[in-house]
């Protein structure tokens, strides 16, 4: 054989044990053979993070192979009756493999006439007594590298007797290697051994409740499927091998399914340690779980498995729905801290607009909002450690807010009382209530002032506060008109009363005026008579003048004495203790009006 062809030959094989080995165990794999000293080297290797049953892959490399004996590997057995076969598993990248399985292969090589040509280089007769078959296998070159051409004898035999010995010996090994193999005479060791296999096996899964029970009776099941492959298809035990090989493998299947449900479970549990996890996870783990319960589900009603499957399906549903609960709430919780985060988007926009107590109101409910959104995020949930700071950091938000708001709440109150108290007082002055009015007054201008500086209402109350404080001077000054006039007149009634009438009075806020009786004027011969010449006139000149000074001085208030026929005597002024003729008095209107006396 060629080199090139022969090298081809052995990676088709190994494509072959790759393939099939993939089928049996779903993962990445890498195989590959070679030829070295007459043995057929199979090396199986696979990723770091990938766990491999060794006993599993060597039982499906080794069917694999001993099913291609006419086929893949008959360039491999053509020269040879019995071909040693070693397995490998290896994980990448590392220098030594982990787990080995030797056996052997035997074949029937095929018998083809010779040639003309080929006959020429058979032993010679001194020779043919010295061959041996032995002899001849110690001097074969290995497989994998190409012979050399051999060597002519120096003698030579004829054509025809070498043809015939070589017939003889070909035959004869055909013969002995056939009558060798096992299911040929007697009895057949391997399906008993599988059959008993198989028996120990359907008792063990009536009772198998571990996954360690479960793989160790697809074990059984794989050893006994195996056993049947090596009886020879001429044995009278072939049919028999096939027909219980069909019912093992239906067994194997069965189980096969429970071993992988049983690993993608205990994947699943491996991977549900630690939580919270992201949501990919848990949509992983389900996947496995999913995977796990389609797997039992395929288990047949007549298999010995399908008690212990239905059993795990209802542990696998529950635990799948403990995952969906699982996801959902993740879903929940991511949720409602996006939507947490959009009212607080909405909320700072708010704020930053805001110029009215009821926006900062608007602004206010946004964040409360956002953080009532926050606030049911489960502890054990990947949102929880997010939703915890974003609380504290609204939070702040929220307390700051919360006192600007307090703030416009009490602009807004006191900007109202302080309208309510204006009113009031404009009514108590209608009321020439003078008290209650400078009472009012007061309070309203004291909440007008309250309003604080960078609140909404602070630019509408300043000319409040101006007009209310000349209101309430105006309303003092008023107040204290009234309280003089009150005075005033008590003391004009005793003036003016008794049994000699010496005067008549009448009092207003706006003036006081006393009128002297004519009995009393035409008898008052102290009395002075109106002049232009005194300014201010003496109050020493007359008992009556004189006590309406006491009472003006009493009450500081002007009061104007008039004659008994009604013309002006003068202004008695308490700020220039005495009386003003009546032609200085329009010139003293038009004076200011002395500031009022601080002992009042």
């Given at each position: 054989?060629?080199?090139?062809?022969?090298?081809?030959?052995?990676?088709?094989?190994?494509?072959?044990?790759?393939?099939?080995?993939?089928?049996?165990?779903?993962?990445p794999?890498?195989?590959?053979?070679?030829?070295?000293?007459?043995?057929?080297?199979?090396?199986?290797?696979?990723?770091?993070?990938?766990?491999?049953?060794?006993?599993?892959?060597?039982?499906t490399?080794?069917k694999?192979?001993t099913a291609?004996?006419?086929?893949?590997?008959?360039?491999?057995?053509a020269d040879?009756?019995?071909?040693?076969?070693?397995?490998y598993?290896?994980?990448?990248?590392?220098?030594?493999?982990?787990?080995?399985?030797p056996?052997?292969?035997?074949?029937?090589?095929?018998?083809?006439?010779l040639?003309?040509?080929e006959?020429?280089?058979?032993?010679?007769?001194?020779?043919?007594?010295?061959?041996?078959?032995?002899?001849?296998?110690?001097d074969?070159?290995?497989?994998?590298?190409?012979?050399?051409?051999?060597?002519?004898?120096?003698?030579?035999?004829?054509?025809?007797?070498?043809?015939a010995?070589?017939?003889?010996?070909?035959?004869?090994?055909?013969?002995?290697?056939v009558?060798?193999?096992?299911?040929?005479l007697g009895?057949?060791?391997?399906?008993?051994?599988a059959?008993e296999?198989?028996?120990?096996?359907?008792?063990?899964?009536?009772?198998?409740?571990?996954?360690a029970?479960?793989?160790?009776?697809?074990?059984q099941l794989?050893?006994?499927s195996?056993?049947?492959?090596?009886?020879?298809?001429?044995s009278?035990y072939?049919?028999?091998?096939?027909?219980q090989r069909?019912?093992?493998?239906?067994?194997?299947?069965a189980?096969?399914?429970?071993?992988?449900?049983?690993?993608?479970a205990?994947?699943a549990?491996?991977?549900?340690q630690?939580?919270?996890h992201?949501?990919?996870t848990w949509?992983?783990i389900?996947?496995?779980?999913e995977?796990a319960?389609?797997?039992?589900?395929?288990?047949?009603?007549?298999?010995?498995?399908?008690?212990?499957?239905?059993?795990?399906?209802?542990?696998?549903?529950?635990?799948?729905?403990a995952?969906?609960q699982?996801i959902?709430m993740?879903?929940?919780?991511?949720?409602?801290?996006?939507s947490?985060?959009e009212?607080?988007q909405?909320?700072?926009?708010?704020?930053?607009?805001?110029?009215?107590?009821?926006?900062?109101?608007?602004?206010?409910?946004a964040?409360?909002?956002?953080?009532?959104?926050l606030?049911?995020?489960?502890?054990?949930?990947?949102?929880?450690?997010?939703a915890?700071?974003?609380?504290?950091?609204?939070?702040?938000?929220?307390?700051?807010?919360?006192?600007?708001l307090?703030?416009e709440?009490?602009?807004?109150?006191v900007?109202?009382?302080?309208?309510?108290?204006?009113?009031?007082?404009?009514?108590?002055?209608?009321?020439?209530?003078?008290?209650?009015a400078?009472?009012?007054?007061?309070?309203?201008?004291?909440?007008?002032?309250q309003?604080?500086t960078?609140s909404?209402?602070?630019?509408?109350?300043q000319?409040?506060?101006?007009?209310?404080?000349?209101?309430?001077?105006?309303a003092?000054?008023?107040?204290?008109?009234?309280?003089?006039?009150?005075?005033?007149?008590?003391e004009?009634?005793k003036?003016c009363?008794?049994d000699?009438?010496?005067?008549?009075?009448?009092?207003?806020?706006?003036e006081?005026?006393?009128r002297?009786t004519?009995?009393y004027q035409?008898?008052?011969?102290?009395?002075?008579?109106?002049?232009?010449?005194?300014?201010?006139l003496?109050?020493s000149m007359?008992t009556?003048?004189h006590?309406?000074?006491?009472v003006?001085?009493?009450?500081?208030v002007e009061i104007?004495?008039?004659n008994a026929?009604?013309?002006?005597?003068?202004r008695y002024?308490?700020s220039?203790?005495?009386?003003?003729?009546p032609?200085?008095i329009e010139?003293?209107?038009?004076?200011?009006?002395?500031p009022?006396?601080?002992?009042?």
């Amino acid at each position: 054989m060629e080199t090139a062809s022969y090298q081809s030959q052995l990676r088709s094989l190994g494509q072959y044990l790759q393939d099939s080995l993939q089928q049996e165990v779903p993962v990445p794999i890498d195989v590959r053979c070679v030829i070295k000293q007459d043995k057929l080297l199979v090396l199986a290797q696979h990723p770091p993070d990938i766990s491999l049953d060794a006993k599993r892959a060597f039982s499906t490399l080794r069917k694999a192979l001993t099913a291609q004996t006419d086929d893949l590997l008959h360039p491999f057995l053509a020269d040879v009756s019995t071909l040693a076969v070693q397995l490998y598993l290896r994980v990448e990248e590392q220098p030594q493999p982990y787990a080995f399985h030797p056996f052997q292969i035997e074949a029937i090589a095929p018998v083809e006439a010779l040639t003309d040509d080929e006959t020429d280089d058979l032993l010679s007769e001194d020779e043919l007594s010295n061959w041996s078959s032995e002899s001849a296998m110690e001097d074969e070159e290995p497989l994998d590298e190409p012979s050399s051409p051999p060597q002519r004898p120096a003698k030579r035999l004829s054509w025809r007797l070498g043809a015939a010995v070589a017939g003889v010996v070909v035959v004869a090994g055909v013969a002995a290697y056939v009558l060798s193999r096992p299911c040929v005479l007697g009895s057949c060791r391997p399906l008993l051994q599988a059959e008993e296999l198989f028996t120990q096996s359907q008792g063990q899964m009536a009772s198998a409740t571990s996954a360690a029970d479960v793989k160790a009776i697809y074990e059984q099941l794989t050893e006994a499927s195996y056993l049947t492959t090596v009886v020879p298809h001429w044995s009278g035990y072939y049919e028999d091998a096939l027909a219980q090989r069909d019912r093992y493998d239906d067994h194997v299947k069965a189980v096969s399914r429970v071993v992988d449900a049983q690993a993608d479970a205990f994947a699943a549990a491996q991977r549900s340690q630690n939580p919270p996890h992201p949501i990919a996870t848990w949509e992983e783990i389900r996947d496995l779980w999913e995977s796990a319960i389609a797997q039992l589900e395929e288990v047949p009603a007549d298999s010995p498995m399908h008690g212990l499957a239905q059993q795990k399906l209802e542990e696998y549903r529950g635990n799948l729905a403990a995952i969906n609960q699982r996801i959902q709430m993740e879903q929940e919780a991511q949720s409602r801290v996006r939507s947490a985060r959009e009212m607080a988007q909405r909320a700072t926009e708010q704020e930053a607009g805001s110029d009215s107590p009821e926006q900062w109101q608007s602004a206010y409910t946004a964040w409360q909002i956002s953080m009532e959104m926050l606030q049911p995020v489960p502890a054990h949930t990947m949102s929880y450690a997010e939703a915890q700071q974003l609380l504290s950091l609204y939070s702040t938000r929220m307390a700051t807010l919360r006192d600007r708001l307090s703030q416009e709440e009490l602009s807004t109150t006191v900007y109202r009382q302080s309208l309510q108290l204006a009113d009031q007082a404009a009514t108590y002055e209608q009321q020439e209530q003078w008290s209650q009015a400078v009472a009012a007054w007061q309070n309203a201008l004291t909440n007008a002032q309250q309003v604080p500086t960078d609140s909404a209402y602070h630019d509408q109350v300043q000319p409040l506060v101006n007009s209310y404080a000349l209101a309430l001077e105006d309303a003092r000054q008023n107040l204290r008109l009234a309280i003089a006039a009150q005075t005033a007149e008590a003391e004009l009634n005793k003036l003016c009363g008794g049994d000699t009438a010496r005067c008549t009075y009448q009092v207003s806020r706006e003036e006081v005026q006393l009128r002297l009786t004519p009995a009393y004027q035409a008898t008052a011969a102290s009395f002075p008579q109106p002049t232009a010449s005194s300014i201010p006139l003496s109050v020493s000149m007359d008992t009556i003048l004189h006590q309406v000074a006491q009472v003006g001085n009493a009450a500081r208030v002007e009061i104007n004495v008039y004659n008994a026929d009604g013309t002006l005597f003068g202004r008695y002024v308490p700020s220039l203790s005495g009386y003003v003729p009546p032609a200085y008095i329009e010139v003293l209107d038009q004076e200011p009006a002395p500031p009022p006396n601080q002992d009042d």
